[in-house]
């Protein structure tokens, strides 16, 4: 059975920095797009970031860029989301999610072409 585990989520101070992880199983992590999102209490599920089954394309929603970093370690079977300069509005849990090869592209990480998701792990900025 396909199987997708976040992890790497807590607490973290404003500004600090987490490193999420999605570790897959159950396919060849080679020929599939994934994807991050996080759902906020009272809010929609939205893209973070998604990463191309190359590697050769990759998106951040606007409020994200310049600050994390998605990349893949695919003989590890492994998706990264390394999260820096972490601000108060970050809080959510954060998913990984996997699509067909080429979904990442177009203006917006579209969430209907991910078809199997993980659990989460949660992601909480506080002082």
């Known amino acids: 059975q396909v199987q997708l585990v976040e992890s790497g989520g807590g607490l973290v101070q404003p500004g600090g920095s987490l490193r999420l992880s999605c570790a897959v199983s159950g396919f060849t992590l080679d020929y599939y797009t994934i994807g991050w999102f996080r759902q906020a209490p009272g809010r929609e599920r939205e893209g973070v970031s998604c990463?191309?089954?190359?590697?050769?394309?990759?998106m951040y929603e606007d409020s994200v860029k310049g600050r994390f970093i998605i990349s893949r370690d695919n003989a590890k079977n492994t998706v990264f989301l390394q999260m820096n300069s972490l601000k108060h509005e970050a809080t959510a849990r954060y998913y990984c999610a996997a699509a067909d090869p080429s979904s990442c592209a177009g203006p917006h990480i579209r969430r209907h072409k991910y078809y199997t998701w993980g659990q989460g792990t949660q992601v909480t900025v506080s002082s």
């Open positions: 990463i191309s089954s190359s590697a050769d394309s990759l």
